[in-house]
């Protein structure tokens, strides 16, 4: 089945630097990919997506790259904001309804 | 629009003990999750559903039972709980299943002795 794995575990950047959060799948049929927040006490909430046909998708200070080819996908979040403190979990979906979750990257921002 | 609500929030059992976890809905969604949550693990499927009266196996659906007698609600039963499935459970649900996005619940922490 898909593997997702996902580094690193633990991100501390000061406010106002970029952030970055890898993933590699293993099955190179998975075609869609989401990014998902988690924060304290809650569920997680989509945050932003890419499917396979596309390389890149940004939304405001948040991006998704793709690189089919290496099968890896990355998170980067620029400008952080104490408020992006959470944890963050990529994920691959393949067919049906089979979404594989990375472990997880839990994010602190300091102010 | 309450969204995606889960009962208990949190709960202590026994080993061998029964208990049920309910997820509701009120969304209209036709497709609903269960998931467990472990430290390193990130989420793994347990059951999901694809419409009222309908359950399918996820990746790790031993040990459990699921039941959607109504589309707005999925529930998730363990039999005889064992310290394994400590966890934190979340419940989601989507229109069309899919790569549709899933909404989650709050989750139910759930700790076995």
């Known amino acids: 089945g898909e593997n997702v794995e996902q580094h690193p575990s633990t991100l501390s950047v000061q406010e106002g630097d970029s952030a970055v959060i890898k993933c590699t799948y293993s099955?190179?049929?998975?075609?869609?990919f989401p990014w998902y927040k988690q924060e304290l006490g809650k569920g997680p909430q989509l945050i932003i997506d890419?499917?396979?046909?596309?390389g890149e998708k940004k939304d405001q200070r948040i991006a998704v790259t793709l690189n089919k080819t290496a099968k890896h996908f990355s998170l980067h979040i620029t400008e952080t904001q104490p408020e992006d403190s959470a944890v963050y979990f990529c994920?691959?979906?393949?067919?049906?309804?089979?979404?594989?979750f990375g472990a997880g990257t839990r994010l602190t921002v300091k102010p | 629009n309450a969204g995606v609500t889960q009962t208990p929030k949190f709960r202590v059992l026994k080993t061998g003990q029964s208990m049920t976890l309910l997820c509701a809905q009120d969304?209209?969604?036709?497709?609903m999750y269960w998931y467990r949550q472990d430290p390193g693990m990130g989420l793994r499927l347990i059951h999901y559903?694809?419409?009222?009266?309908?359950?399918a196996k996820g990746e790790v659906p031993d040990g459990y039972n699921v039941s959607r007698l109504k589309k707005q609600n999925f529930l998730l039963g363990l039999e005889s709980a064992a310290p394994s499935q400590t966890s934190v459970y979340f419940c989601?649900?989507?229109?069309?299943?899919?790569?549709?996005?899933?909404?989650f619940g709050p989750g139910t922490r759930l700790l076995v002795l």
């Open positions: 559903s694809v419409g009222e009266g309908t359950t």
């Open positions: 099955d190179s049929a998975s075609n869609y």
């Open positions: 989601a649900s989507n229109f069309l299943g899919g790569t549709e996005t899933q909404y």
């Open positions: 969304m209209n969604h036709e497709y």
């Open positions: 890419i499917r396979s046909n596309v």
């Open positions: 994920a691959a979906f393949k067919r049906g309804n089979d979404m594989r």
